[in-house]
């Protein structure tokens, strides 16, 4: 018969260590998939912090490798080695690991969740993660901020005022639908990877653009989000992760910090 | 036992048509999900074509529907409607409708399959879809494009220069890696929904920036692209798809064509 679900624990063959393969420096799309590592308690290996890591990176988006005749070449980081298996794309990765790691429903009473639960992340990373990246580098991701100054600024402000307020309002209305629950998750009454995206989206927002955040955490209609975000930190091995050396600092990612791009709305 | 991979067939209830959510009057990413449909000779409807279809978007992405206890609210469009399931954004859709269409290799035998799959769909709306809107609306998605015709232009300039041949480069590696296998397709041999997704972008970034693809299409390096690209064409459900008026004209969706954009590379 043809099975239904991706598996909820690592597959025979796969019982080994999961290996993260991304920039070492910034926090970047890497974040979304440590943070489910970690609530996880997984036991895993990141480039960020190994030796000669960032060489591993370069041999997979710029080189043929793996070109095992199972995997095709990634394009970027984050990379995810799981025994044989190479994937590619933050959310991809995460709906590889959300039934490994205990991050979706169980699949066998809810099978359609992980569509579900899939759906949200990719929004979230969507509208609160790429765009904002797009905010600092409207023009051309190749450039230096520095030559695309003028456009950012007006990004940023068309940002701030609507699309931000757009996205934390979407996932104001999902947070209080029904088929969130109980609780301050976004799907089921459970904390699903979808949460630990929109953590890490509003924290990184909270980082780049604090005034804004500050005005619309204040306002009526974003109280749920906003709970989120603080239900996520207060998750014993997420705090404890936050902690550690483990968490890096915003620097020059898709999160940054410029004073003329932190807009009042 | 939890179940590893999803479903290669409707789920028992799940035996009815497919219904696609999406505006009237642009191919844009609901695109997407109608070759998937398309080349497996669903049995679907489509609001872009259904009397009064437009309401029912705004139904779904303003107002709070469906709060039916099961599904979050969508954010935007492509919606997928299937029995009790309501589902949004175009990776995800494609996620589900590739084992049921037959639109990725058998899951018993290659149940890692669905994830490299999805990978190379997602890599392909990065670059090709969501960057080339980007072209047009480089600074926001709600303004005109007569209100940011200069940034579109550097915008695009670059894009030409730098992003679509990065990202052509890259999928032409894809196809040469062993991985491919042997015929026109991205992974495995067979035709999967990865490799429609890069069709509809590869067709849609022809139209929108002719003199560049037909540069691009005449170098050494990226025949294996265009070769699929006519091999989708030549698939006979595809091919009398494109001449249906179910194929709808590119206009003011994605990918449009704007002389001062159509840039010489």
């Known amino acids: 018969m043809a099975s239904?679900?991706?598996a909820k624990r690592p597959r025979s063959g796969k019982d080994v260590p999961y290996?993260?393969?991304?920039?070492?420096?910034i926090p970047g799309r890497g974040e979304h998939i440590r943070l489910a590592l970690e609530q996880a308690a997984a036991d895993y290996t990141d480039t960020a912090f190994t030796e000669g890591g960032v060489n591993e990176v370069l041999e997979l988006v710029q080189g043929?490798?793996?070109?095992?005749g199972v995997n095709p070449p990634p394009c970027a980081p984050p990379?995810?080695?799981h025994g044989d298996l190479v994937i590619s794309q933050t959310p991809n990765i995460l709906l590889y690991l959300g039934p490994r790691l205990g991050l979706v429903?169980?699949?066998d009473e809810d099978p359609d969740a992980l569509y579900r639960i899939h759906g949200l992340a990719l929004t979230a990373l969507d509208g609160l993660s790429n765009e904002p990246h797009d905010c600092h580098h409207p023009i051309a991701s190749g450039l230096y901020y520095e030559d695309q100054k003028v456009e950012s600024k007006?990004?940023?402000?068309?940002?701030?005022k609507n699309r931000l307020p757009k996205f934390l309002s979407y996932f104001e209305r999902v947070l209080g639908s029904k088929a969130s629950g109980d609780g301050p998750w976004l799907y089921g009454g459970v904390l699903t990877y979808a949460d630990?995206?929109?953590?890490?989206c509003v924290d990184g927002i909270k980082f780049m653009f604090p005034k804004a955040m500050a005005k619309l955490e204040g306002e009526r209609g974003h109280a749920r989000v906003?709970?989120?975000h603080k239900a996520v930190v207060e998750q014993p091995k997420i705090k404890a992760y936050l902690q550690s050396p483990r968490r890096q600092k915003y620097s020059n990612g898709i999160y940054r910090y410029y004073e003329e791009l932190d807009i009042e709305p």
Chains 1, 2 share one sequence.
Not at 154 to 160: F, M, P
């Open 79 to 81: 990379i995810l080695k």
């Open 4 to 6: 239904e679900t991706p």
């Open 64 to 68: 043929k490798a793996p070109d095992d």
């Open 154 to 160: 007006r990004k940023s402000e068309d940002y701030v």
């Open 226 to 228: 906003f709970a989120l």
């Open 19 to 25: 290996n993260l393969v991304y920039w070492p420096g």
């Open 105 to 107: 429903p169980d699949t």
């Open 196 to 200: 630990l995206v929109l953590f890490q």
